[in-house]
């Protein structure tokens, strides 16, 4: 069973992970046990590895790029509704103003 997946819900996703906090992925790098994993938030984290000598590296998301990403949804969102506001805009100074001639 597919679920659809809204617009809403993935810039909403995009921003959790660029203004995540790390806190539970530092638990992670500390934990004992699987009883000490539920319930973590690892959204932030992208990438987990262990080296041969079992060092455990992690690498978080690009916070940069979901910010210009979101930077930029912003941007088209302000431009698709700027549009519609100064179409509106001019149709209200024209109604406006051919209300004045007629009166």
């Not at 790098?29 to 690892?42: N, Q, S, T």
């Not at 990403?69 to 024209?94: C, H, I, P, Q, V």
């Amino acid at each position: 069973m597919s679920r659809k997946v809204r617009r809403a819900e993935v810039l909403e996703a995009l921003r959790d992970i660029a203004l995540g906090r790390p806190n539970d992925i530092v638990r992670l790098a500390f934990a004992d046990g699987e009883k000490e994993l539920g319930g973590l938030d690892l959204m932030l984290l992208s990438e987990v590895k262990r080296t041969a000598g079992g060092a455990v590296e992690f690498r978080l998301a690009d916070r940069a790029e979901l910010f210009k990403l979101l930077l930029e949804e912003l941007r088209l969102e302000e431009s698709r509704t700027g549009g519609a506001r100064s179409f509106f805009e001019a149709m209200d100074r024209a109604s406006a103003g051919g209300a004045e001639k007629n009166g």
